[in-house]
């Protein structure tokens, strides 16, 4: 049983195009999180969303939209692509126990902008 | 089945010690290792990497100790300071061919008492 998954696994499209990433956990989490992996493998959070609320915004362009049609699924919205988008996608679910929260790591979405 | 273990959940030192964080890890195909740093509700921030061909990398305050053979990696923070409590996670890549895995471990919270 796969607890956060991501389709699709890899993505290749062209410049300009609109695509969307999907999210989903099995996990009855809260909070998901979409974060970045650039070129040094360097993990930077987008978003963050909690009870469908979203709690954090990082400084990305508005290209970027995240949508949650239930507390299950997460997904990315990615309007206009540009080269510089082409990265490795991770989608996140979080239990928060007390003061301890934990991250659970979907398997990632390479994409790749032509 | 944890194949990245972080098994102190926390850990509490005085400011102005050193503070060891220890990360074992079961996969041999681990080539990269990541240090996080975590407040509640928020994403990680990043803080030092490793590569598997190297043994130590320091960066200011923080130095990552790497054990290929012992498959464990440990972070160093000295001087502790107070600004330094919070969850510091272990994380590891397998890279490849069109194709990312990233594992993080459950997290270890560290408490620097001023």
């Known amino acids: 049983d796969t607890a956060v998954s991501q389709t699709p696994k890899y993505l290749v499209t062209q410049m300009g195009n609109d695509k969307s990433i999907k999210c989903e956990q099995n996990?009855?989490?809260?909070?998901m999180y979409w974060y970045k992996q650039d070129s040094k493998k360097f993990l930077k959070i987008m978003f963050s969303?909690?009870?469908?609320?979203?709690?954090i915004n990082e400084t990305v362009p508005n290209r970027f939209s995240p949508k949650s049609p239930d507390k299950a699924h997460l997904n990315l919205h990615i309007n206009s692509l540009e080269l510089g988008d082409s990265a490795v996608y991770f989608c996140?679910?979080?239990?928060?126990?007390?003061?301890?929260?934990?991250?659970?790591f979907g398997p990632g979405t390479r994409l790749l902008v032509l | 089945d944890q194949q990245v273990k972080q098994n102190s959940p926390s850990l509490s030192v005085q400011e102005g010690r050193i503070s060891i964080l220890n990360c074992d890890y079961t996969?041999?195909?681990?080539?990269?290792f990541l240090w996080y740093k975590k407040y509640p509700a928020e994403g990680p921030t990043f803080l030092i990497s490793?590569?598997?061909?190297?043994d130590k990398n320091e960066d200011g305050r923080f130095t990552v100790f790497l054990n290929k053979s012992a498959k464990h990696l440990s972070l160093h923070i000295v001087p502790s300071q107070p600004g330094d409590s919070a969850v510091y996670f272990c994380?590891?890549?397998?890279?490849?061919?069109?194709?990312?895995?990233?594992?993080f471990g459950k997290g270890t919270k560290l408490s620097v008492i001023p």
């Open positions: 996140a679910s979080s239990l928060v126990q007390g003061n301890q929260e934990t991250q659970y």
């Open positions: 996990l009855g989490h809260d909070t």
């Open positions: 969303y909690n009870n469908k609320e979203l709690i």
């Open positions: 996969n041999s195909m681990f080539d990269y």
């Open positions: 490793i590569s598997s061909i190297k």
């Open positions: 994380a590891a890549i397998i890279s490849g061919a069109g194709s990312y895995q990233l594992t």
